[in-house]
């Protein structure tokens, strides 16, 4: 998207906005099932959790996926959105026996990550087909916070533990039909991500009933210049060599299925705040937005370094600036980083801003959540307004605060 027409919806729908452009998500969609032409059957599930407003989930479906989702309101946002129950898989850690109850009745994809729901489920509801996720303790990329396959892990099953789940699907005869892994946020080497694989054909070869391996997410995308991104295309030629090799010696061809969320809408998506206030201190200069993790907490909770552009002056000479926001709490998007010099009232860009931005918005400091713009087919659309002092004060409950009244004694 261009200057002007960003700058354009940052005036007609105000600051700070989220947009996305419909373009770059099916731009994403598209290389990933190009990336895998050559299996025979493929299924992309939008992760909803990354970006879930209702018209995004719309154009995931006009695209052909489906949806990977972790709570029952997922569920229900995309049976909203016009997603058939079979194309969406629900893949909860910790969630309750009646809530995987509820979804699988509504006809979803089953995707259990735990011995004990497991054992119940299969007890009572034998033939309704279930997914199971393997935890194959493969490190994807170097931070904790985001590697979530390694040993200490909430998620998944261990591999490990591949004995008790045969016995537990033997006694109670139920039905396994996919097996899952979601080794991480980052596939930051390729040949660690095939090591994974591997063991998820060997951990497949247990079970005969099966129709699809889903290999999760994890595809890495660019925040700044110099990072790493999955290279999709030799991920695809590998993994499906190795897919269709597995689906010889299974005796069946199986669907190759992925969730990405980051992949698809991250770069899709630009974050747009206005500078309320330039202060100049002895040690830096603070460029202050009408915004701060409320809106956007990525900077501060995962370390993420968002680039950031000054639309308002992008030819301005650059100088160095600490990007702040305007919460009474630490809240920095960036330090000493290069912008092109910065008045009060420019607007800036944060770019990478589709995934996990939004999504994770909260009203702290009682600010509103910020609107959403879908850029499509050269016109923007509003897919979300901003909030009002309605939304701050809905479910609130003013009591009466009388004093007490003195008891009457007999
Ligand atoms: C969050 C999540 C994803 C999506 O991960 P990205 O890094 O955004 O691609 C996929 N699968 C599961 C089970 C998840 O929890």
């Known amino acids: 998207m261009q200057h002007n027409q960003l700058l354009k919806i940052a005036k007609d729908f105000g600051s700070p906005i989220y947009i996305y452009d419909s373009e770059v998500i099916s731009g994403q969609y ?10 025979k059957q493929v299924k992309i599930n939008y992760a909803v959790k990354a970006l879930s407003n209702i018209s995004i989930l719309k154009l995931m479906r006009t695209l052909g996926a489906g949806l ?25 850690n910790g969630v309750s026996l009646e809530e995987i109850e509820t979804v699988a009745k509504l006809g979803c994809q089953i995707n259990i990550d735990n011995l004990s729901i497991l054992e119940q489920f299969g007890t009572k509801h034998p033939e309704i087909p279930v997914c199971i996720r393997i935890n194959p303790h493969v490190m994807a990329g170097g931070n904790t916070n985001i590697s979530v396959g390694h040993i200490d892990s909430k998620f998944g099953i261990s591999i490990h533990q591949i004995p008790h789940i045969l016995r537990i699907v033997e006694n109670t005869r139920m039905h396994i039909n996919g097996i899952h892994m979601h080794t991480g946020s980052d596939i930051l080497d390729i040949d660690v991500f095939l090591y994974a694989s591997e063991i998820l054909f060997e951990t497949a070869k247990n079970f005969k009933t099966l129709d699809f391996i889903d290999f999760g997410s994890g595809f890495k995308v660019p925040y700044k210049a110099g990072d790493i991104e999955t290279n999709i295309e030799e991920f695809g030629e590998k993994l499906t060599k190795r897919f269709n ?8 061809d199986l669907t190759i299925a992925f969730e990405p969320g980051k992949f698809l809408v991250s770069a ?32 501060m909770l995962y370390g993420s370094q968002h680039e950031i552009e000054n639309l308002s002056n992008p030819s301005g000479r650059e100088r160095f600036y600490s990007v702040v926001g305007y919460i009474c709490e630490t809240d920095t998007f960036a330090n000493n980083r290069r912008i092109a010099e910065i008045n009060e009232g420019d607007i800036l860009a944060f770019k ?21 713009v879908l850029w499509h087919n050269g016109e923007a659309h509003l897919i979300r307004k901003r909030e009002t002092f309605d939304d701050i004060l809905r479910n609130q409950i003013e009591i009466d605060l009388k004093p007490k009244k003195k008891s009457v004694k007999a």
């Open 30 to 39: 598209k290389r990933l099932m190009s990336a895998f032409s050559n299996v």
């Open 68 to 92: 990977d989702t972790v709570s029952i309101q997922e569920v229900k946002l995309g049976l909203t959105a016009g997603f058939p129950a079979e194309k969406i898989i629900f893949t909860p």
């Open 245 to 252: 090799e597995f689906c010889e010696e299974y005796g069946k």
């Open 268 to 299: 899709a998506g630009q974050f747009l705040a206005k500078v309320n206030v330039v202060k100049q201190t002895t040690s830096t200069v603070f460029a202050q937005v009408d915004s701060g993790f409320n809106h956007f907490i990525r900077p």
């Open 352 to 372: 990478n801003a589709g995934a996990y931005s939004f999504t994770m918005a909260s009203n702290y400091n009682s600010r509103y959540r910020p609107a959403e």
